[in-house]
């Protein structure tokens, strides 16, 4: 696969992504991975082409990687090459699969958004179910809940910072801090709407801080119920 780096952001200018990766915070050089120097900055930054004039920028994620998530970080290179001071304009998390972002390689239908999900951690079995038999609308308002078990058992969440992803089929990611109880119910009630590009393949996810992630779940938004 090819061009799983996607950024949006205004035509003509100059970007570039450091990767990161998540397990241990080291940073991509072009050859390996290595602690964050700010000496080598230069040989951090992973090419990307705009489009046409479209203002999508794109690049590849480096070949041969191991299957994990990876922290991409967009810069716009304000000089001649990439510097330490160069501005921080996106960011996006990669659930790497070993060939493609798992996220947007397992297509599934809108219905599959209520199905459970599942994603193997270091601390064990993190599962979640939910999402409800809900039409998803461009520009409505939702409340996103996701009931969260660890190892199959209920989980207090009460004190645990969860934090819900959305990824657009263009590719850019957002977030909110959702709220979990001490059953594992989480919960992010919209003020504004986070569904604002029509599409099939918009994913969720929910983030436990320290444990990781859910698995994806694919859906769509259609213009009308």
Known sequence: ???ELRPHYQ?????????IRAADGLVWNGTGWESL?????????VTLTEQ????????SMPAAQAAGLYDVNYFLRAGGSPATGDTLVSQQSIDWSGVADAAVSSRATPADVRAAVSAATSAGVISAT?????????????????????DGAV????????????????????????AGDSSGVCTYQDVASQLDATGNTWTFSAQVAGYGWTVPVTFGVVGSP
């Open 37 to 45: 120097a700010a000496a080598n900055w230069g040989t951090y930054a």
């Open 11 to 19: 035509s003509g200018k100059a970007l570039y992504a450091v990767l």
């Open 155 to 178: 989980w207090d969440l009460s004190a645990a910072t969860v934090t819900f992803w959305w990824k657009r089929p263009n590719g850019s990611k957002f977030s909110q801090v959702a």
């Open 52 to 59: 046409s004039t479209t203002g999508f920028y794109y690049g």
């Open 130 to 150: 939910g999402l409800g038999n809900r039409p998803l609308t461009l520009g409505s308002l939702y409340k996103w809940q996701l009931t969260v078990t660890k």
């Open 1 to 3: 696969m090819a061009n």
